[in-house]
């Protein structure tokens, strides 16, 4: 079975912190991204990569960066988290034009 | 640009009903589409459609795709509380090489005993 791990379910920071979230697959998976999802307005692709070090910027990637040095891990970061980065973030991994399989998501607040 | 709809928003429904789901869509390049459901965690994978006028079923879920008219309906026959879930549909606009998807924004269905 494919698995997608976050570090973490729920997350508590405050405004102007810097903010990691981890994903970790196993299925050596090429692509991986980073959703967030809001109620409505539903998913909303940040980032996504295709390969080790390559990253592409998805609808909405202002206040966020990537960095994917190892093909299983993709990390979101927020440089100066702010309240409306309150959100559910999801990550997800796909191999070639599969279907993309999500992790658990990580709640965070940003107070 | 790329999008997609899903209709209803919402619905509510009893025990043993039958429920149609919609997903309609504006893509430059289709190449497939894709139904999940969402419970209170991850989107979970139920089908992938890529042709035409070919039902895809598992169990009492099933689901067609018409290219023509670029749309997509899921079916769920004789509910359950089980399937109380976001229902969420995705469209895969092959833009060369990048295998990003486009997601409606879900069709919440509560299915009440």
């Known amino acids: 079975d494919v698995k997608v791990t976050q570090s973490s379910r729920y997350l508590v920071k405050r405004t102007g912190e810097k903010v990691f979230l981890e994903c970790v697959q196993d299925m050596d998976h090429e692509n991986m991204f980073w959703y967030r999802q809001d109620p409505g307005l539903g998913l909303r692709l940040i980032y996504f990569?295709?390969?080790?070090?390559?990253?592409e910027k998805g609808d909405i990637p202002e206040g966020y960066s990537v960095s994917r040095e190892k093909k299983e891990r993709f990390s979101l970061i927020l440089e100066s988290a702010s309240t409306n980065q309150t959100s559910m973030y999801l990550c997800?991994?796909?191999?070639?034009?599969?279907?993309?399989?999500f992790g658990p998501g990580t709640r965070l607040t940003v107070l | 640009e790329d999008k997609v709809v899903q209709s209803p928003l919402s619905l509510v429904v009893h025990e043993g009903d039958t429920v149609t789901l919609n997903c309609s869509y504006e893509?430059?390049?289709?190449?497939?589409l894709l139904w999940y459901k969402q419970e209170k965690k991850a989107p979970t994978f139920l089908f992938m459609l890529t042709s035409s006028g070919i039902e895809k079923k598992s169990g009492r879920l099933s689901s067609i795709l018409d290219k023509k008219e670029l749309f997509s309906i899921l079916n769920i026959t004789a509910t359950q509380t089980g399937d109380s879930a976001v229902y969420l549909c995705?469209?895969?606009?092959?833009?060369?090489?990048?295998?990003?998807?486009?997601f409606g924004k879900g069709t919440k269905l509560t299915v009440n005993p």
């Open positions: 995705a469209v895969d606009p092959y833009q060369g090489g990048s295998e990003k998807l486009v």
């Open positions: 990569s295709y390969d080790v070090k390559m990253k």
């Open positions: 893509v430059t390049n289709f190449r497939s």
């Open positions: 997800a991994s796909s191999f070639g034009t599969s279907e993309q399989f």
